[in-house]
């Protein structure tokens, strides 16, 4: 912590700027707003080149350290000096990895997880920062508090983590953090589940948000000649996009022939999908657009009339309260954290994962029903403002971190 009061930490991530990942941009400008001094620290470069990026993203690239940028002699110097200044820590370390390897693999992504954790911990005592807060890199932060004089905390999106506890180390960071955020109260539960009851103190429930002045009401179309459907995220299993390409599938063969699917992203599932779209002959119905950047993304929430998610797994989807907040009616799985956002048949619809039919059905009924869709819609925003907007969440993500560190 500084001297003069302000509170001074790292904030460690997978991928920044990422498209996938611009919640941890507002909520870092939005901390830095509150007086908060915030070190971005980055595992992996932007996701996409310069001229992709926001002036927002811009700037948050020039003030980013990125560790595989850092260049082989960086990383050989800050493991040297760590070894010399800290051998017995620095031993610790690599007992940790053993300690927690489960067979070769895990051993090999541990050690890759340690060397990386050097290279940020020696970044962080060199900029005399004393606490780092990760998203989606807590294992590199677990071996950071393990060598350096450096504590940590963590937000837990899920589900990954609790698919694998064991795998993640779960119980092992609830005991060793400073403290951890749970986005939702699902996710909360999966944390004390796989923790002891004695270090149940330390973890907090705050959900994200967003800014609700960004994602304004889009034009309502009572009777669109070609129905939007939009789907935001990435082209992945746990996202079953091949369920929902189905699904619009039998609503063409029932004879919908204005219903337009448009999947944003990209991700390891794009030649499964278009050749699923090939298969089926929807190349005038559905539309991969790949990955796009946030302003991109705003000009399809302002076109569409209907968003949706067919996931089988998330945690609560960012991608879901922006649509909301602008008022699109969404159909959405009833999986983890997903019904603490959405009311079913109040701010939107919810329906069985892994269930083509009923999700068929569910985009059926509201591309009919013009009245439910701006009905859903309205009280969509009103519930994002309510529980999920990014300055209220925010101040009360920054309430924690003086508690916790001031």
Same mark, same amino acid.
């Given at each position: 912590?500084?001297?003069?009061?302000?509170?001074?930490?790292?904030?460690?991530?997978?991928?920044?700027?990422?498209?996938?990942?611009?919640? #941890?941009?507002? &909520?870092?400008?939005?901390?830095?707003?509150?007086?908060?001094?915030?070190?971005?620290? +980055?595992?992996?470069?932007?996701?996409?080149?310069?001229?992709?990026?926001?002036?927002?993203?811009?700037?948050?690239?020039?003030?980013?350290?990125?560790?595989?940028?850092?260049?082989? @002699?960086?990383?050989?110097?800050?493991?040297?000096?760590?070894?010399?200044?800290?051998?017995?820590?620095?031993?610790?370390?690599? /007992?940790? !990895?053993?300690?927690?390897?489960?067979?070769?693999?895990?051993?090999?992504?541990?050690?890759?997880?340690?060397?990386?954790?050097?290279?940020?911990?020696?970044?962080?005592?060199?900029?005399? @920062?004393?606490?780092?807060?990760?998203?989606?890199?807590?294992?590199?932060?677990?071996?950071?508090?393990?060598?350096?004089?450096?504590?940590?905390?963590?937000?837990?999106?899920?589900?990954?983590?609790? %698919?694998?506890?064991?795998?993640?180390?779960?119980?092992?960071? !609830?005991?060793?953090?400073? /403290?951890?955020?749970?986005?939702?109260?699902?996710?909360?539960?999966?944390?004390?589940?796989?923790? &002891?009851?004695?270090?149940?103190?330390?973890?907090?429930? %705050?959900?994200?948000?967003?800014?609700?002045?960004? /994602?304004?009401?889009?034009?309502?179309? =009572? %009777?669109?000649?070609?129905? &939007?459907?939009?789907?935001?995220?990435?082209?992945?299993?746990?996202?079953?996009?091949?369920?929902? #390409?189905?699904? #619009?599938?039998?609503?063409?063969?029932?004879?919908?022939?204005? !219903?337009?699917?448009?999947?944003?992203?990209?991700?390891?599932?794009?030649?499964?999908?278009?050749?699923?779209?090939?298969?089926?002959?929807?190349?005038?119905?559905?539309?991969?657009?790949?990955?796009? %950047?946030?302003?991109?993304?705003? +000009? /399809?929430?302002?076109?569409?009339?209907?968003?949706?998610?067919?996931?089988?797994?998330?945690?609560?989807?960012?991608?879901?309260?922006?649509?909301?907040?602008?008022?699109?009616?969404? !159909?959405?799985?009833?999986?983890?954290?997903?019904?603490?956002?959405?009311?079913?048949? &109040?701010?939107?619809?919810?329906?069985?994962?892994?269930?083509?039919?009923?999700? =068929?059905?569910?985009?059926?009924?509201?591309?009919?029903?013009?009245?439910?869709?701006?009905?859903?819609?309205? =009280?969509?925003?009103?519930?994002?403002?309510?529980?999920?907007?990014?300055?209220?969440?925010?101040?009360?993500?920054?309430?924690?971190?003086?508690?916790?560190?001031?």
């Amino acid at each position: 912590m500084a001297g003069s009061g302000t509170i001074r930490l790292a904030y460690l991530v997978s991928q920044y700027p990422a498209v996938n990942h611009t919640y #941890i941009l507002t &909520e870092v400008r939005a901390l830095r707003k509150l007086g908060f001094e915030v070190q971005v620290v +980055s595992i992996r470069a932007s996701d996409r080149p310069p001229e992709n990026l926001s002036e927002e993203e811009l700037d948050e690239q020039r003030e980013t350290y990125t560790v595989l940028k850092a260049g082989i @002699v960086t990383i050989f110097a800050a493991h040297v000096l760590t070894m010399l200044r800290r051998p017995l820590a620095y031993l610790r370390g690599l /007992f940790e !990895v053993s300690r927690l390897s489960r067979g070769f693999r895990e051993a090999l992504a541990n050690l890759i997880y340690f060397g990386e954790s050097v290279v940020v911990g020696h970044r962080m005592c060199y900029l005399n @920062v004393n606490h780092v807060h990760s998203h989606y890199t807590s294992t590199v932060a677990l071996f950071i508090a393990r060598v350096f004089p450096i504590t940590f905390s963590a937000t837990i999106h899920g589900p990954d983590e609790f %698919n694998d506890v064991i795998g993640f180390h779960v119980a092992k960071k !609830v005991a060793r953090a400073r /403290f951890l955020c749970a986005i939702s109260s699902y996710a909360l539960s999966q944390l004390m589940k796989a923790s &002891e009851p004695r270090h149940f103190s330390k973890l907090e429930m %705050n959900p994200l948000g967003i800014d609700c002045g960004k /994602f304004l009401p889009r034009e309502h179309r =009572s %009777n669109p000649s070609r129905f &939007e459907v939009l789907c935001v995220g990435r082209l992945a299993p746990a996202k079953a996009q091949h369920l929902l #390409i189905k699904a #619009i599938d039998r609503l063409v063969r029932e004879g919908r022939q204005s !219903v337009h699917l448009r999947l944003v992203g990209d991700g390891p599932d794009w030649v499964l999908l278009q050749n699923l779209v090939s298969a089926r002959g929807l190349e005038h119905h559905v539309t991969l657009e790949g990955a796009c %950047n946030h302003d991109r993304v705003l +000009s /399809f929430y302002q076109q569409t009339d209907l968003f949706v998610l067919a996931s089988f797994a998330e945690g609560v989807p960012v991608v879901l309260m922006e649509a909301m907040a602008m008022e699109i009616p969404c !159909v959405a799985t009833w999986i983890t954290g997903i019904p603490e956002l959405i009311r079913h048949g &109040e701010d939107g619809w919810l329906v069985p994962p892994a269930d083509e039919a009923q999700l =068929s059905a569910a985009i059926a009924r509201l591309m009919d029903d013009a009245e439910l869709r701006k009905k859903l819609g309205r =009280s969509a925003r009103l519930r994002v403002q309510e529980k999920y907007d990014l300055e209220r969440n925010v101040e009360r993500l920054a309430e924690i971190y003086r508690k916790r560190l001031g």
